[in-house]
C-alpha cells in the first residue's frame, strides 16, 4: 500500500477526482516539479478488474497500477513504463488505461520543444471527454502544462494558451485552475503574446472565463496583471477590447479599490491615454471604469478631476458627438466630481452640461438625471450660482418638465440652493416658465407638509394671547 494519505477531491459530472500533490513548493511553475505518487486502492475493495471486468481468483491476480493506484487483472496492467511525473526513473507496472497519459506526461518532461509540443496538444485533447480530464488532472497533467508556459517556445506556448482557453469554459474548473497556477501560467503567456494573435486571443479568453469568478478576481488583481492588459488596451483591434473588458470585471468592485490604488497608482492616467484610441467599444470601456472609480473614493474623484484638467478637458470632448454609452458615462462622472471640483474650471463644465441640456429629450432620461445630478452638485456652491441662474431657462424647462422623477427632483435640488444664493433673479426667472412644475414636484414628497409645518412653527406658535390691553 502506498503511505501517502489521500489528498483532496474534486467532483466532475459526478465523477470524484483525487487532486495531485505537488512535491516541494506549491506556488512554482517549475518544469521540474513532480507529484506525489497516488494512493492504492485497498485490496478489499476491488473484487474485479476495472477494465476488462473480469472476477478475481486464485489464478487470477491483483495488480496495482502505478500511475492511478487502482487495480487490475494482468493482462490490464501488463505496460512497464518509467513514471518521470512522480520522479520513478526505472520502468513501473501501468494499466492500459493509463498507457496514453503516462506517455504524455514522459513526453512533458523531455527537452525535446517537439516532445513537449506533442505532449501539450495530446493532453488538451484527453480534457475533450470527462473521463480524459479527470485522467489528466489527477496524473498532474494540469500542472506540467501550465508549468511549461515558463521556458517554452511561441508553437508551446500557443498550444497550452489554446488548451487552457478549452479547459476555463468549465466554470467548475475555475478554484482548481487558480490553485494550480493558472494565473501565473496567463500572465507569462501574456507578456510573450504580442506578436502572436493566436496566442494573446486565446490567453485572454481563458482570462475572461476565469475572471466571471468574482472571488477570482481579487487573485487576478494581486497577481499584478494590471500592467500586463493596459499593455494590450494601447494596442489596437478586438485583442485590445477584449483587455478592456477584462480590466473593467476588476476594476467595477468597489471592494478592489484601495487595493488598486496602493499598488496601481497610475490608473487614472493609463485609463485616460486609451482614450486616443476612438473606437467606441473601447471608450465605453474604459468611460464605465472612471464611472465606477469616480463613485468610489475621494482620492479617486480627485485623480480624475487633476487628470481631465491637465489633459484640457478630454471628458468634455466626449460630451460631445459620442455613442450614447459613451455619453452617459461621462456625465455621470462629471456629476460624481462636481462636488469637488476647483471652482477655477467648475464654469467649464457646467457651460458643457448646460450646452449638452439643450440637446436633450425626455427620451434620454437617465442622461437627463445626472446632467441635473451634475448641476444641482455645482449648485450647493454658492459661487456657481451666477453660471446657473445665466442658464436656468434651459434647465426649468429640461429638468422641471420632464416626465421622469430623477430629473425633475434634481432640477428642485438645484432651484433650492439658487433661492438661498440669488433669491431674487432665481424667482423671475421661474416665475416665467417653471414655478408650477417646481411647486407641484416639492409638495409631491413624501411627508413635505409635515416638515414644512414644523419650519413655520418655529417662527409662530399654535397657542398664543392677546398681546394688546
Known amino acids: 500500500m502506498n503511505p501517502f494519505s489521500p489528498p483532496d477531491s474534486l467532483l466532475i459530472d459526478g465523477i470524484p477526482v483525487t487532486l495531485p500533490v505537488l512535491n516541494g513548493d506549491k506556488e512554482s511553475l517549475s518544469p521540474k516539479a513532480t507529484f506525489q505518487k497516488p494512493c492504492w486502492v485497498p485490496d478489499g475493495e476491488a473484487h474485479s478488474c476495472l477494465n476488462c471486468g473480469l472476477k478475481f481468483s486464485q489464478l487470477r491476480r491483483k495488480h496495482h497500477c502505478r500511475n492511478c493506484g487502482k487495480i487490475f487483472c494482468s493482462k490490464c496492467c501488463s505496460g512497464k513504463m518509467c513514471l518521470p511525473h512522480f520522479d520513478i526513473n526505472e520502468p513501473e507496472k501501468v494499466c492500459l488505461n493509463c498507457l496514453l497519459i503516462v506517455e504524455l506526461m514522459t513526453k512533458s518532461k523531455s527537452e525535446d520543444m517537439s516532445l513537449k509540443y506533442e505532449a501539450v496538444t495530446g493532453l488538451c485533447n484527453l480534457t475533450k471527454t470527462t473521463s480524459g480530464l479527470c485522467k489528466v488532472i489527477e496524473s498532474g497533467g494540469i500542472h506540467i502544462m501550465l508549468s511549461m508556459t515558463v521556458n517554452g517556445d511561441l508553437n508551446l506556448k500557443c498550444a497550452i494558451a489554446s488548451a487552457l482557453h478549452s479547459i476555463t469554459q468549465s466554470m467548475m474548473l475555475n478554484s482548481f485552475l487558480v490553485e494550480a497556477g ?53 494596442c489596437t483591434g478586438t485583442s485590445a477590447v477584449f483587455a478592456a473588458r477584462i480590466l473593467q470585471f476588476l476594476v467595477c468592485n468597489f471592494d478592489h479599490h484601495d487595493f488598486i490604488l496602493q499598488n496601481h497608482k497610475h490608473i487614472i492616467s493609463d485609463l485616460f491615454d486609451g482614450f486616443q484610441n476612438e473606437d467606441y467599444q473601447m471608450q465605453t470601456c474604459l468611460s464605465k471604469m472612471l464611472m465606477h472609480f469616480s463613485a468610489g473614493s475621494d482620492t479617486f474623484r480627485q485623480l480624475i478631476l487633476q487628470e481631465d484638467i ?99 427632483i434634481h432640477g428642485c435640488r438645484l432651484i433650492n440652493y439658487l433661492f438661498s444664493s440669488e433669491p431674487t433673479f432665481t424667482l423671475d426667472i421661474l416665475s416665467q416658465s417653471g414655478m408650477d412644475e417646481f411647486i407641484e414636484t416639492i409638495f409631491d414628497l413624501p411627508g413635505i407638509t409635515d416638515v414644512l409645518n414644523n419650519l413655520l412653527l418655529r417662527k409662530v406658535s399654535r397657542l398664543s394671547i392677546s398681546q394688546k390691553l
Not at 490567453?203 to 475572461?208: E, I, Y
Not at 454609452?325 to 457651460?351: D, G, P, R, W
Not at 456657481?384 to 420632464?402: C, D, G, P, R, Y
Open 310 to 408: 491637465s489633459r484640457g478637458f478630454p471628458l468634455l470632448y466626449l460630451l460631445k458627438g459620442s455613442s450614447p454609452n459613451v455619453l452617459i458615462n461621462a456625465v455621470c462622472i462629471i456629476a460624481n466630481f462636481s462636488l469637488q471640483m476647483n471652482q477655477e474650471f467648475s464654469h467649464k463644465y457646467i457651460t458643457a452640461l448646460c450646452e449638452l441640456l439643450t440637446f436633450l429629450t425626455d427620451d434620454s432620461s437617465d442622461v437627463l438625471a445626472h446632467v441635473g445630478r451634475g448641476l444641482a452638485n455645482f449648485a450647493e456652491c454658492s459661487s456657481n450660482s451666477l453660471h446657473l441662474v445665466h442658464n436656468l431657462q434651459t434647465i426649468a424647462l429640461k429638468l422641471l418638465k420632464s416626465t421622469s422623477e430623477a430629473p425633475r
Open 182 to 234: 493558472c494565473l501565473k501560467a496567463l500572465k507569462n503567456l501574456l507578456e510573450t503574446s504580442h506578436d502572436c494573435n493566436e496566442l494573446l486571443n486565446d490567453s485572454l479568453s481563458a482570462l475572461n472565463l476565469l475572471c466571471m469568478d468574482p472571488n477570482i478576481r481579487i487573485k487576478v488583481l494581486k497577481e499584478g496583471f494590471v500592467p500586463s492588459l493596459f499593455t494590450v488596451v494601447r
